[in-house]
């Protein structure tokens, strides 16, 4: 086996599992792409085991603290732990993410379980190379009739990898309905945008939507209606949803239909929409965007558009209004996400109390000392009485 060994001062030597191409002191037993090498100090002493890739920025992804290969039983382990988990968690395993990269000792892989197909995305070499066998212990340990690949997501070309999707197990059941908060999505794992739905975001609806009733409600960044759907169902005195994609806001008015709502649903900027004179109050607005930025170099950018964002929505809350707002972007910490909010609401002359935050549910666990497993970070805010 070959390997490498690192630096004094990795990150690595201070519980991280990943090793930059900056912090590597020398590679022996000339190691290939994908490959499981040795990680180790300067001491000779083990660290453990990674997957390598000298293309990548991230040169090995350490997965044991202890010598092992990458074979059949250690994915059948490692897949039946994560299960195992999220059936103690008490997690709803007919849809759920049952495997989540790092936080589940899998890096790269993520496998999201939609009633009777799971689908796999293995973003490093190592894990891309073994997706078949990923694929058929997945059928195997979970009874799911099908397994699809998508791997299609950009972060793909950071590790060389080429885009593909397909089946990997089974046939492909075509569009699924599936039902979480009361509302009812229809799913296309193959075709539709990501995995198909928003994961991360099903325990969110039920906890926004109880805030709903009598109120007026403005969903914006809608997708397909998540957020809007609850709430109407929950007994809101009128929804709106805003919502720029084409795909995302036909997927959006189809889901309405579906569920037999009154949801007004507006193609548009969103930002375009919330400072246009005409628009009205609204007793409840959630703002749930996609990642302001993918790069730490570009996160001051990223701040002044969460500010910028709350700012103009803010101006739209009613006297004593709630506004819940979410941030994906995982290069953007909680408090500086949580600044740029206050400082939109001095910018629209706002005074607003926090009473919840919102992180990510349990079937997306976040490990301690690697903050890059943990991305969603939500509040709740309140308009404070005569301010």
Same mark, same amino acid.
């Given at each position: 086996?070959?390997?490498?060994?690192?630096?004094?001062?990795?990150?690595?030597?201070?519980?991280?599992?990943?090793?930059?191409?900056?912090?590597?002191?020398?590679?022996?037993?000339?190691?290939?792409?994908?490959?499981?090498?040795?990680?180790?100090?300067?001491?000779?002493?083990?660290?453990?085991?990674?997957?390598?890739?000298?293309?990548?920025?991230?040169?090995?992804?350490?997965?044991?603290?202890?010598?092992?290969?990458?074979?059949?039983?250690?994915?059948? #382990?490692?897949?039946?732990?994560?299960?195992?988990?999220?059936r103690h968690a008490g997690?709803?395993?007919?849809?759920?993410?049952?495997?989540?990269?790092?936080?589940?000792?899998?890096?790269?892989?993520?496998?999201? #379980?939609?009633?009777?197909?799971?689908?796999?995305?293995?973003?490093?070499?190592?894990?891309?190379?073994?997706?078949?066998?990923?694929?058929?212990?997945?059928?195997?340990?979970?009874?799911?009739?099908?397994?699809?690949?998508?791997?299609?997501?950009?972060?793909?070309?950071?590790?060389?990898?080429?885009?593909?999707?397909?089946?990997?197990?089974?046939?492909?059941?075509?569009?699924?309905?599936?039902?979480?908060?009361?509302?009812?999505?229809?799913?296309?794992?193959?075709?539709?945008?990501?995995?198909?739905?928003?994961?991360?975001?099903?325990?969110?609806?039920?906890i926004v939507a109880a805030?709903?009733?009598?109120?007026?409600?403005?969903?914006?960044?809608?997708?397909?209606?998540?957020?809007?759907?609850?709430?109407?169902?929950?007994?809101?005195?009128?929804?709106?949803?805003?919502?720029?994609?084409?795909?995302?806001?036909?997927?959006?008015?189809?889901?309405?239909?579906?569920?037999?709502?009154?949801?007004?649903?507006?193609?548009?900027?969103?930002?375009?929409?919330?400072?246009?004179?005409?628009?009205?109050?609204?007793?409840?607005?959630?703002?749930?965007?996609?990642?302001?930025?993918?790069?730490?170099?570009?996160?001051?950018?990223?701040? #002044?558009?969460?500010?910028?964002?709350?700012?103009?929505?803010?101006?739209?809350?009613?006297k004593n209004g709630v506004?819940?707002?979410?941030?994906?972007?995982?290069?953007?910490?909680?408090?500086?996400?949580?600044?740029?909010?206050?400082?939109?609401?001095?910018?629209?002359?706002?005074?607003?109390?926090?009473?919840?935050?919102?992180?990510?549910?349990?079937?997306?666990?976040?490990?301690?000392?690697?903050?890059?497993?943990?991305?969603?970070?939500?509040?709740?805010?309140?308009?404070?009485?005569?301010?």
């Amino acid at each position: 086996m070959g390997g490498i060994v690192v630096r004094p001062r990795s990150r690595i030597l201070h519980g991280h599992d990943w090793v930059y191409s900056s912090e590597v002191l020398k590679t022996f037993g000339a190691p290939a792409d994908g490959d499981v090498v040795s990680i180790k100090d300067g001491r000779d002493q083990l660290l453990g085991v990674g997957i390598f890739n000298s293309r990548s920025q991230i040169v090995a992804r350490r997965f044991s603290r202890h010598r092992q290969d990458l074979d059949a039983d250690f994915f059948q #382990r490692r897949i039946s732990q994560a299960i195992e988990y999220r059936r103690h968690a008490g997690c709803r395993l007919d849809l759920c993410r049952l495997v989540w990269s790092e936080s589940d000792g899998l890096p790269g892989v993520i496998a999201d #379980r939609y009633g009777p197909v799971v689908v796999l995305q293995t973003n490093t070499a190592a894990m891309d190379r073994h997706r078949q066998i990923l694929a058929q212990v997945l059928a195997e340990t979970t009874g799911a009739a099908c397994v699809i690949e998508r791997n299609d997501a950009p972060v793909r070309a950071s590790e060389v990898l080429e885009m593909r999707t397909g089946v990997l197990v089974g046939e492909n059941p075509g569009a699924i309905e599936v039902e979480a908060a009361g509302v009812k999505f229809l799913v296309d794992p193959l075709g539709g945008h990501k995995t198909g739905l928003y994961l991360d975001q099903l325990e969110s609806y039920g906890i926004v939507a109880a805030m709903a009733s009598g109120r007026s409600v403005l969903d914006c960044f809608s997708n397909q209606g998540g957020f809007a759907l609850a709430c109407a169902k929950a007994g809101a005195a009128s929804v709106t949803a805003v919502e720029s994609g084409t795909e995302s806001i036909g997927a959006l008015r189809a889901n309405v239909q579906r569920n037999g709502v009154a949801v007004e649903s507006r193609q548009d900027d969103v930002f375009d929409f919330l400072k246009r004179p005409d628009r009205p109050e609204y007793d409840l607005i959630i703002l749930d965007p996609p990642s302001f930025t993918k790069a730490r170099g570009r996160i001051a950018e990223a701040l #002044r558009g969460y500010r910028d964002l709350h700012a103009r929505a803010a101006k739209l809350l009613s006297k004593n209004g709630v506004l819940v707002s979410f941030s994906c972007s995982h290069h953007v910490r909680a408090h500086e996400f949580e600044d740029s909010i206050a400082e939109g609401l001095n910018d629209a002359r706002r005074n607003m109390r926090l009473i919840r935050r919102i992180g990510q549910p349990l079937d997306h666990p976040v490990v301690m000392g690697q903050p890059e497993t943990e991305y969603l970070k939500g509040v709740v805010l309140e308009a404070m009485p005569g301010r």
